[in-house]
């Protein structure tokens, strides 16, 4: 019995740190330039996502406004993302992602994915075949316990 919970907390720190390291090289994947990963992962969410508030953007990534108004002044700086007002909500600010920022983030996106599809074609059919369960294993484990996101469907 007790070999039983020796191997599963192994098998949890196994599964933490294969992610954990998958997530950090798989972030490291982007493109040349100046903006970090928060601001990249910003703008990536309003290119796939459309218009968002400050508030529904500092929701999603977890962090205090005041931090996720600096990332936005950031990219309105850059010239990445645009402020508008809500046309439903005058008081409302909406930040969206300009010409330039959605190329940017469709090319942060092509090469993260480019990798990847590399790495996955070097392996056997087995492996990926192990890889495609365990990826949809660890999706199950993660949209579980109703944890989503404020305002984030599950997929």
């Not at 990963?37 to 406004?65: F, I, M, N």
């Not at 990332?71 to 330039?100: C, H, M, Q, W």
Request: aromatic letters at 4%; zero cysteines; charged letters at 30%.
């Amino acid at each position: 019995m007790e070999k039983d919970a020796t191997e599963e907390a192994d098998l949890g720190g196994l599964v933490r740190s294969a992610v954990g390291r998958l997530y950090r090289r798989f972030r490291s994947e982007r493109p040349e330039g100046g903006l970090g990963d928060a601001a990249l992962a910003v703008l990536t969410r309003l290119h796939k996502h459309g218009p968002q508030t400050l508030t529904e953007l500092s929701e999603h990534d977890r962090v205090s406004p005041a931090s996720m108004s600096q990332i936005v002044n950031r990219l309105t700086s850059a010239g990445y993302a645009v402020r508008t007002r809500d046309p439903s909500d005058g008081r409302k600010v909406l930040f969206s992602a300009t010409a330039e920022g959605d190329e940017l983030a469709g090319a942060a996106r092509a090469q993260r994915n480019a990798w990847l599809d590399e790495q996955l074609r070097a392996l056997s059919a087995e492996d990926r075949a192990v890889i495609a369960r365990a990826a949809a294993l660890l999706r199950g484990i993660a949209d579980s316990g109703g944890d989503e996101h404020p305002g984030e469907k599950s997929r």
